[in-house]
């Protein structure tokens, strides 16, 4: 067993991605009888599952190849609800919706739904949460947020390549999105909610891909 490696977890629901990395670093460490370095190469939220692309060793200086790779995600949505931080972690609170639930389930809802998704393919502009791991002035923004503090996130332009709907069944919405790098999945499904006129946050979140690693090559943590 080489020390210097491409690790592929899928990281259970529940641990912070840095949680992942401190629990491999102690079993190789254990493994080859000193420290060994590990480092991720983009993190998942602690209520999301799947791949986490981990490096060790003298792999770590490869990083920077990591970070810009696309990323293909499941995402499970409920509509008529919204979260203070887009999750099921945050403040949960219904919304006022122009439109009802009952529009939303009959039995030509998912083809509008279908439609609406669209207009989200091909570059859009996002403002990232402020519950999220974006640097403000050197602090993380979500530290930021927990402390009540004021701050504006400047807002960047990311891709979506494809949204299929995998399942509709109201008021949950799955998805299958296939997206660039820097793409909040959690702000995704915010500003779908807004356009659809029901508000909606994620109540699931799965990376089954980044670049050519996949979760079926990933081992469990």
């Given at each position: ?62 990083s ?20 203070s ?39 859009i ?28 996130i ?68």
């Amino acid at each position: 067993m080489n020390e210097d490696q491409i690790i592929l977890i899928d990281k259970p629901a529940g641990i912070s991605s840095f949680g992942v990395v401190a629990k491999v670093r102690r079993r190789l460490t254990e493994e080859f009888g000193h420290k060994v370095k590990v480092g991720h190469t983009g993190t998942l939220d602690p209520f999301a599952t799947g791949l986490l692309i981990l490096l060790s060793g003298k792999y770590t200086k490869k990083s920077n190849e990591f970070l810009k790779l696309d990323k293909i995600y499941e995402a499970t949505m409920k509509l008529g609800y919204i979260s203070s931080t887009g999750d099921p972690e945050g403040e949960i609170t219904k919304y006022d919706a122009s439109v009802g639930g009952g529009a939303w389930g009959s039995d030509e809802a998912t083809s509008v739904i279908s439609s609406f998704l669209n207009s989200f393919i091909g570059k859009i502009t996002q403002t990232p949460p402020r519950f999220s791991a974006i640097k403000i002035n050197g602090q993380r923004a979500y530290k930021l947020a927990r402390q009540g503090k004021t701050f504006n996130i400047p807002s960047r332009q990311v891709e979506i390549y494809s949204i299929d709907i995998l399942n509709y069944n109201y008021p949950c919405l799955t998805i299958r999105v296939h997206c660039s790098s820097g793409t909040y999945i959690r702000t995704l499904a915010e500003d779908i909610g807004k356009a659809l006129g029901t508000g909606a946050y994620l109540t699931a979140l799965r990376r089954i891909k980044i670049g050519q690693y996949s979760i079926t090559d990933a081992t469990k943590l």
